[in-house]
Nanobody, 118 residues
């Protein structure tokens, strides 16, 4: 099983980016999916997560600016990021809890850099 993230880049404050993360491989079922981020010198933190049924939850600092969504048929999770701030700069990682025909396991994508700067 692999998670492939894409969509990061450089954006000015107030701008928008959309991250995507697609899971592939031996997948029986995907439960929760989410996005984490890690800024230099800081611990990795949860940004947003979404259940298989589509219920989201967000870190307080991104509420009202970020939207997480998923397409179960495509094994894909998205993160729409609007009104970006310099403090959103970090490497963003996608995460998924996947049953791979043997057991549920925690999988991570490779990380995509998001830089918010003028």
């Amino acid at each position: 099983v692999q998670l492939q993230a894409s969509g990061g880049g450089l954006v000015q404050p107030g701008g928008s980016l959309r991250l995507s993360c697609a899971a592939s491989g031996s997948i029986f079922r995907i439960d929760a999916m989410g996005w984490y981020r890690q800024a230099p010198g800081k611990q990795r933190e949860l940004v947003a997560a979404i259940t298989r049924g589509g219920s989201p939850n967000y870190q307080d600092s991104v509420k009202g600016r970020f939207t997480i969504s998923r397409e179960n048929a495509k094994n894909t999770v998205y993160l729409q990021m609007n009104s970006l701030k310099p403090e959103d700069t970090a490497v963003y990682y996608c995460n998924a809890v996947i049953h791979d025909y043997s057991a549920y396991n925690d999988y991570w994508g490779q990380g995509t850099q998001v830089t918010v700067s003028s």
